[in-house]
């Protein structure tokens, strides 16, 4: 099992990105696929999942509205599409597969990490 997370970079507040998350291994029929984010100084925390059975996404409280998971199950990708960004969706990101379930971003429900790749949102 293994990730591989790219399109991290540098934006403006309020402006856009799109991360994606390159699997092999297995498949989404599998493990689900989540979005975990590390700023500095403050814990890692999950952010989104996406699962394909049952077909179910999640989004922390703070970026709802404002991100879109998914999945392009052809290429074995997951993206993560933030839009609205704010300073403090700083942090870098990782993706992971995971156990489906509400439970998701427990450590515990963690499958293997992905490298994480940076986003910088500018004020």
């Known amino acids: 099992v293994q990730l591989q997370a790219s399109g991290g970079g540098l934006v403006q507040a309020g402006g856009s990105l799109r991360l994606a998350c390159a699997a092999s291994g297995f498949t989404f029929d599998e493990y689900a696929i989540g979005w975990f984010r590390q700023a500095p100084g403050k814990e890692r925390e999950g952010v989104s999942c996406?699962?394909?059975?049952?077909?179910?996404?999640y989004y922390a409280d703070s970026v709802k509205g404002r991100f879109t998971i998914s999945t392009d199950n052809a290429k074995n990708t997951a993206y993560l599409r933030m839009n609205s960004l704010k300073p403090e969706d700083t942090a870098v990101y990782y993706c992971?597969?995971?156990?489906?379930?509400?439970?998701?971003?427990?450590?515990?429900?963690?499958?293997?990490w992905g490298q994480g790749t940076q986003v910088t949102v500018s004020s």
């Open positions: 992971a597969a995971v156990l489906v379930g509400s439970s998701w971003y427990l450590n515990a429900n963690v499958v293997s």
């Open positions: 996406i699962s394909s059975r049952p077909a179910r996404t």
